[in-house]
């Protein structure tokens, strides 16, 4: 579909939606930063009762193939939808359609927030994403919106709960093992023992709660202003489910995303990160639930990769940009000798 | 590499003709593009995975499990020690990537075989199998150039 065509189309559904005598659609734009869902932003200038109103918004649309196939953008946009009105900075998100008629495939609507989003590559010259004194004001709040993710009550969500005990565990390995198979390549055995490494060591968990499932720098809307920053929404709730806190905690934590830095996603010593969650009102955490996650934070990134390799090597899709995993896939394999503690002075 | 080299060749052209070539609006970056794909069509049937890639994987193998087998063996474990030798003699001698393949199946059954055994009983055993998988992850970036991952991001 061609850019003026999708003009042409949001202009009708937000007309449609918001009860609008025109909308005038300007400045879309195709996000390059996910690699995922597609995204589109843009600024609707709408006339409504004779008054005129100019606002960014953001629309996410499924996928025809991509790395978290197959897709379902219902749970998280009735996620995100029920969160609107929640002091967490997610965006206000009104709605969401799945008639093939407005664009194709299903898609979801979003107000655009203020920021930028630190990419999670260190930068031209070695540095991490933040100044220190970035980082002295994003750490503290990253966690401490974390802690406040957490105690959502999920119950009013209509999500479905993992058991208790071992089950938010166990869910979550057998998904992601269920991925690594439907992608049928023949498993690394870094790979294959990791998985069962995993089996034989799941955690219980003894307090269920919303996971984000993706939360991390590269999904942080970050304005940067007078010498320091500030958090202004946490993006791509695509994997947000019922689970253990742990979960989140490790895959922010996580070397994947730490940018060249020590730091969790770039802000704060993994160890000061969880204190800062603890100190903020979220459980305490427990070094051995953050290890199985850890572990299995990495066999997830194997797993999403892989996802988009067979979508590539299937040619059902075209964006190069899934083809380049394979180079990325070595460094995971050994992300995952140094997370299982493998390779003496290895971070887990 | 997980995906054949043909693969990502046909997936390279397939994007730059539908994808990049309607964006290009320089007349000589346009020629300079068709000429890029024009040498990678060509290139596609000409080249394969380097040989001796597969053969480095597969001698690592080769000499973790015998290390396995011997352990297993002294850890008074024949039956596991059996299980592991089987599946070794079961590799191919060649092509180079089919014997490699044949030994990282070999790998990941010493792992099945392994987590079954009481933890002191495998301990040396998982030694010799750990150093393989640390030993193959860093052969596996040794040929790697650094990443432009956060271009690619930026777009």
């Given at each position: 579909?061609?850019?003026?065509?999708?003009?042409?189309?949001?202009?009708?559904?937000?007309?449609?939606?918001?009860?609008?005598?025109?909308?005038?659609?300007?400045?879309?734009?195709?996000?390059?930063?996910?690699?995922?869902?597609?995204?589109?932003?843009?600024?609707?200038?709408?006339?409504?009762?004779?008054?005129?109103?100019?606002?960014?918004?953001?629309?996410?649309?499924?996928?025809?193939?991509?790395?978290?196939?197959?897709?379902?953008?219902?749970?998280?946009?009735?996620?995100?939808?029920?969160?609107?009105?929640?002091?967490?900075?997610?965006?206000?998100?009104?709605?969401?359609?799945?008639?093939?008629?407005?664009?194709?495939?299903?898609?979801?609507?979003?107000?655009?927030?203020?920021?930028?989003?630190?990419?999670?590559?260190?930068?031209?010259?070695?540095?991490?994403?933040?100044?220190?004194?970035?980082?002295?004001?994003?750490?503290?709040?990253?966690?401490?919106?974390?802690?406040?993710?957490?105690?959502?009550?999920?119950?009013?969500?209509?999500?479905?709960?993992?058991?208790?005990?071992?089950?938010?565990?166990?869910?979550e390995l057998?998904?992601w093992?269920?991925?690594?198979?439907?992608?049928?390549?023949?498993?690394?055995?870094?790979?294959?023992?990791?998985?069962?490494?995993l089996?034989?060591?799941?955690?219980?968990?003894?307090?269920?709660?919303?996971?984000?499932?993706?939360?991390?720098?590269?999904?942080?809307?970050?304005?940067?202003?007078?010498?320091?920053?500030?958090?202004?929404?946490?993006?791509?709730?695509?994997?947000?489910?019922?689970?253990?806190?742990?979960?989140?905690?490790?895959?922010?934590?996580?070397?994947?995303?730490?940018?060249?830095?020590?730091?969790?996603?770039?802000?704060?010593?993994?160890?000061?990160?969880?204190?800062?969650?603890?100190?903020?009102?979220?459980?305490?955490?427990?070094?051995?639930?953050?290890?199985f996650w850890s572990v299995l934070a990495i066999v997830k990134?194997?797993?999403?990769?892989?996802?988009?390799?067979?979508?590539?090597?299937?040619?059902?899709?075209?964006?190069?940009?899934?083809?380049?995993?394979?180079?990325?896939?070595?460094?995971?394999?050994?992300?995952?000798?140094?997370?299982?503690?493998?390779?003496?002075?290895?971070?887990? | 590499?997980?995906?054949?080299?043909?693969?990502?060749?046909?997936?390279?052209?397939?994007?730059?003709?539908?994808?990049?070539?309607?964006?290009?609006?320089?007349?000589?970056?346009?020629?300079?593009?068709?000429?890029?794909?024009?040498?990678?069509?060509?290139?596609?049937?000409?080249?394969?995975?380097?040989?001796?890639?597969?053969?480095?994987?597969?001698?690592?193998?080769?000499?973790?499990?015998?290390?396995?087998?011997?352990?297993?063996?002294?850890?008074?474990?024949?039956?596991?020690?059996?299980?592991?030798?089987?599946?070794?003699?079961?590799?191919?001698?060649?092509?180079?990537?089919?014997?490699?393949?044949?030994?990282?199946?070999?790998?990941?059954?010493?792992?099945?075989?392994?987590?079954?055994?009481?933890?002191?009983?495998?301990?040396?055993?998982?030694?010799?199998?750990?150093?393989?998988?640390?030993?193959?992850?860093?052969?596996?970036?040794?040929?790697?150039?650094?990443?432009?991952?956060?271009?690619?991001?930026?777009?």
């Open positions: 579909m061609s850019d003026a065509a999708l003009e042409a189309r949001l202009a009708r559904f937000l007309a449609a939606r918001l009860g609008a005598e025109t909308v005038r659609i300007a400045a879309l734009e195709r996000s390059t930063e996910g690699f995922s869902q597609e995204t589109f932003s843009f600024e609707a200038t709408v006339v409504r009762a004779g008054r005129t109103e100019t606002r960014g918004w953001v629309v996410k649309r499924e996928p025809v193939a991509g790395l978290l196939e197959p897709y379902d953008l219902e749970p998280e946009f009735r996620v995100l939808h029920a969160l609107s009105d929640d002091p967490l900075p997610s965006p206000p998100t009104p709605w969401f359609e799945r008639d093939p008629a407005v664009l194709e495939r299903p898609f979801y609507v979003m107000e655009r927030l203020p920021g930028e989003v630190p990419v999670p590559a260190p930068g031209a010259n070695g540095e991490g994403p933040f100044t220190d004194a970035e980082r002295a004001v994003l750490g503290p709040a990253v966690a401490a919106t974390l802690a406040r993710l957490h105690a959502v009550d999920w119950r009013r969500l209509a999500l479905d709960p993992p058991a208790p005990g071992a089950g938010p565990a166990a869910r057998a998904a093992r269920a991925r690594i198979a439907r992608a049928g390549f023949p498993v690394e055995p870094i790979l294959a023992d990791s998985l069962a490494w089996g034989g060591n799941l955690p219980a968990t003894d307090r269920l709660v919303l996971v984000h499932g993706d939360y991390r720098l590269g999904n942080f809307l970050v304005v940067r202003e007078h010498g320091t920053a500030r958090l202004t929404g946490v993006l791509d709730w695509e994997m947000v489910h019922v689970g253990d806190p742990h979960e989140d905690l490790a895959w922010c934590a996580s070397p994947l995303w730490r940018a060249g830095t020590p730091y969790a996603s770039g802000l704060l010593p993994p160890a000061d990160f969880f204190a800062a969650y603890a100190a903020a009102g979220g459980a305490p955490v427990d070094p051995a639930r953050i290890r990134m194997i797993a999403i990769m892989l996802t988009g390799l067979a979508a590539f090597r299937d040619g059902r899709t075209s964006d190069l940009r899934l083809a380049i995993f394979d180079h990325q896939l070595p460094y995971l394999h050994l992300l995952l000798a140094t997370t299982r503690g493998w390779i003496p002075g290895g971070d887990t | 590499m997980t995906v054949p080299v043909e693969s990502l060749v046909d997936g390279a052209v397939r994007t730059l003709l539908d994808a990049v070539a309607p964006a290009v609006g320089s007349r000589y970056a346009r020629g300079q593009l068709y000429a890029v794909i024009d040498v990678l069509r060509n290139l596609r049937d000409r080249i394969e995975e380097r040989a001796a890639l597969a053969e480095a994987d597969a001698a690592g193998a080769a000499d973790a499990l015998a290390r396995i087998v011997v352990a297993l063996r002294a850890a008074d474990a024949a039956g596991a020690a059996d299980a592991i030798a089987a599946a070794v003699r079961a590799a191919p001698d060649g092509p180079p990537a089919a014997r490699a393949a044949a030994l990282a199946a070999a790998l990941v059954r010493a792992s099945e075989v392994l987590a079954a055994l009481p933890g002191a009983q495998a301990a040396a055993a998982r030694a010799a199998l750990e150093a393989c998988l640390v030993d193959r992850a860093f052969r596996g970036i040794a040929h790697l150039k650094p990443s432009l991952l956060a271009e690619i991001s930026r777009g």
